[in-house]
């Protein structure tokens, strides 16, 4: 019987989705998704064969990954989703074709620990890899957020996130000696607050 969307590609980030319908992770193998929360963005990489890691700080939601690995794809050992935090990846430099990085960004503390997230996942990452990027931005509604200081802003919706804007993604992607395989694109949601995908390849 033929498999409905649902069970493809589980509840993805329509971005992500995006550039899987693109063909831009095909020759990927390894993948981690750091920040997996419960998976929904590992469905269509557990059913086709990669091989899938994940870390997330809160257990519960490893426990429900490591089920859904299991359902999914029961070669796929469990023991690669593991609870931890962004910042402290516990891989080695290079292991990764691709790290997804899916509205986690933005609950950095501050500066440095926004930087520490960054650059652990850009770490992992091997050369010619891809980072895949969602996060909070205030691109589009730069007068309606309210500074709190180290980089975090009370939005519009009443919650309190760090924010980058289009200058920064820039910044860090020079000095990351990343490059842009997308456009930075942004998604305003009624002024409320905004979601901005930026996509690195590393050189």
């Known amino acids: 019987m033929q498999q409905n969307l649902q069970d493809q590609f ?10 899987l319908l693109k063909g831009r992770f095909d020759n990927c ?20 064969g990669f ?15 490591k089920d859904l690995s299991k359902n999914l794809a029961p070669d796929n050992p469990i023991s690669n989703f593991r609870v931890t935090t962004t910042e402290e990846l516990p891989f080695d430099d290079g292991s990764f074709d691709l790290v997804i990085s899916s509205a986690v960004l933005h609950f950095a503390n501050n500066e440095t620990h926004f930087d520490d997230m960054l650059r652990s996942m850009w770490r992992v990452l091997k050369p010619g890899g891809y980072l895949f990027a969602r996060l909070a931005s205030d691109i589009g509604i ?14 519009p919706d009443g919650s309190e996130r760090f924010l980058v804007n289009q200058q920064t993604l820039f910044n860090y992607t020079r000095g990351l000696n990343g490059q842009l395989y997308e456009p930075i694109k942004t998604t305003n949601v009624q002024n409320l607050r905004c979601m901005t995908t930026w996509c690195l390849q590393k050189l």
């Open 10 to 19: 589980g509840n993805i980030d329509i971005y992500l989705f995006d550039q």
């Open 29 to 48: 193998n390894k993948i981690l998704d750091a920040g997996c929360g419960g998976g929904r963005n590992l469905v269509y990489f557990l059913n086709n």
């Open 51 to 65: 091989e899938v890691y994940g870390i997330d700080p809160n257990p519960q939601a490893i426990e429900t990954v």
């Open 142 to 155: 730069e007068e309606l957020v309210q500074s709190r200081g180290n980089g975090r802003y009370l939005l």
